[in-house]
């Protein structure tokens, strides 16, 4: 918004922004950058969990072992949802407290020199699998990675699957720029992230509903 309007935030010379509450994609870095002049900082906290990492200069997301103690639920993988126990805690202990993200664990040690443990990625909300209208079972956060081919474009604004009864509609928010040739590459990558034998539709929308809850979901099933 402040790039479209013409706005110049340089002249404010922020030594940083710092970033919180959705995983940070490369094109989403590369704009505030762009915007601010500044460089752009990742988080990674919870209301429950506190400040669980921050990204060190050198771009390793650091944790705070110290503070939160920092898990996944599965301890034989690398990938999979995070579990937490806070520290500092004394009153009303939380021992390894699920939040309900999915997260990738990095080993090594990162440029900068510190020694706390490393995240690689913190990849989006986990959830109990979804079930498409073929029969196909994804995981929940799959349909938040379809468009990373399409979304350093910035011709999508939203978009959200609608799963009701034997029907599958993708409804999307564009902008001005959007052509016939996007339509094709979100046909496409879809079919290649759920499958060429789903059948679905695609609408072009001018907004989203909010849902009760005021979250946004990629997908929802309608009963």
Not at 88 to 109: N, Q, S
Not at 156 to 176: D, K, M, N, W
């Amino acid at each position: 918004l402040i790039r479209d309007r013409g706005f110049d935030l340089r002249g404010l010379r922020l030594k940083a922004v710092f970033l919180t509450a959705e995983p940070l994609r490369a094109h989403q870095r590369l704009l505030i950058e762009e915007v601010t002049g500044s460089r752009c900082v990742d988080t990674y906290g919870s209301a429950e969990g506190g400040m669980i990492a921050v990204e060190c200069p050198a771009g390793g997301l650091h944790t705070s072992p110290a503070t939160t103690w920092l898990e996944l639920r599965d301890s034989a993988t690398r990938h999979g949802e995070a579990v937490v126990t806070d520290m500092m805690l004394r009153a009303f202990p939380m021992i390894r407290y699920a939040l309900g993200d999915e997260i990738v664990l990095r080993d090594g040690t990162c440029e900068c020199g510190r020694a706390q443990p490393l995240i690689a990625s913190v990849e989006g909300r986990a959830g109990e699998p979804i079930v498409l209208p073929n029969g196909r079972r994804i995981n929940a956060n799959l349909p938040s990675y379809i468009f990373k081919a399409i979304a350093n474009l910035g011709v999508i604004r939203r978009y959200r699957f609608v799963h009701q009864g034997a029907a599958l509609e993708l409804q999307l928010v564009v902008s001005a720029a959007f052509q016939p040739a996007h339509l094709a590459l979100v046909r496409s990558e879809t079919h290649r992230a759920l499958g060429e034998d789903l059948a679905f539709s695609i609408k072009l929308v001018e907004a989203l509903p909010d849902l009760p809850n005021a979250k946004h979901r990629d997908y929802i099933h309608v009963a």
